[in-house]
């Protein structure tokens, strides 16, 4: 997903801090009543960060509720298919590698590189040839239309050496198809 900046919430409160630090001791080269200047901008950091944290709140809420509902539609009803329906030696290449590696308990390439590190920069095309599955995310159901330009590589990649044999719906926009070595 493309929402990255929630890595940078534990930095907020330094950035606060830092910046009254910066302003107080600027204050003077500026000639500015530091009688005043203090309460100010704790007044002003105290709202800023109020502000964001609510803002923050209700932005996480809606985005844990939403991904917690497709995470019960797709991922996890997947991740326990793959285990009843595979072999325990079936290998997984996917790029949502969180709930479908846990339930299914097979081996998986993460694709996205997080877990796979040999991915990150390009797709290891050795390792994903070698995997029994290949789980691609897509934005239409009715085609594969994909939601991550690298995965597009990936189809083309596995098209003649793979089938669809499932779709799973994460949600309007985002669709699980499952590719089944031939």
Known sequence: MADYHRFLLPTVPLIYILSTF???????????????LKPFLLVILLTF????????????????SYYSKGLNNAHIPL?????????TNTKIALNDAGAIPYYSERY????AGLNSPDFLQTINFTKLKSSDLVIL??????????????????????????????????????????????
């Open 22 to 36: 910066s302003a107080v001791n600027l204050a003077p080269k500026f000639k500015i009543n530091h009688k005043f």
């Open 49 to 64: 960060a109020s502000q964001h944290h609510y803002n923050y709140f209700n932005f996480a809420n809606y985005w844990t």
């Open 79 to 87: 991740g326990k298919w793959i285990a009843k329906n595979t072999p």
């Open 108 to 111: 998986t390439y993460d694709i």
């Open 137 to 182: 995310i897509s934005s239409k159901e009715d085609s594969f239309t994909p939601r991550i330009p690298k995965e597009y590589d990936i189809y083309l990649h596995i098209k003649d050496d793979y089938h669809l044999i499932s779709k799973w719906k994460f949600s309007d926009i985002y669709f699980l198809f499952v590719f089944q070595k031939s």
